[in-house]
């Protein structure tokens, strides 16, 4: 029971705060918005930020639930199901949820967890449970090349983003997901793309 206490005593002395939202890249290439939580020692005013995906989110409230019947842990969802979850209009919904869902979690889910589902909560909150991913916020370079195609080897305009010596290429500025990547080493073979009209 004092251990419980400790470890509840120890989440609810933070505050928590949605400062930002980021689309970053995972493994795969698939765009996902990190949400940065700032992580605020309240009695001594230390901080720190993590990052979670929207379906880290999704996971706690379920492993919660599952762990701690009488926790009703939720995690409410407004948006479309036709909108892309890296929308501006669906990511600044999910920060207002977020900032609802933390204060919720320490007035009313933290008093009923019980040790095994305290325990979950602390672990989720460790740095180590940051999303990985690529991220290509502050390039070294980005601009419109031309790259020849693989197949018909035909030149077309991509938009390129230069970063850690790996060139990304989209198929214009606006989309988030690259068609492919080259990584920029001594094997790769740079040619001027023949004259068009």
Known sequence: VVRSLLVMDQIRNYAYRITNAEILLDRDYVPFVSYHISVEDV????????????????????????????????????????????????????????????????????????????DYLVNWFKEENNPLHVSLSNPEMNGFLMKEGHVRHNWKKRWFVLKNYSLYYFKSQEVTRPLGSLIIDDSCIIRDAPETQ
């Not at 919660?64 to 407004?78: G, R, V």
């Not at 920060?95 to 008093?111: A, D, N, S, Y």
């Open 43 to 118: 009695e001594s005013s230390t901080s720190s930020v993590i990052n979670r995906r929207w379906s880290q989110f999704v996971d706690l409230t379920k492993k919660i639930n599952e762990l701690c019947s009488n926790a009703n842990c939720t995690l409410p969802t407004h948006w479309a199901f036709w909108k892309s979850s890296t929308e501006k209009a669906v990511i600044e919904e999910r920060k207002g949820i977020l900032q609802l869902f933390f204060v919720r979690l320490v007035e009313q889910v933290i008093p009923a967890l019980n040790e095994e589902a305290q």
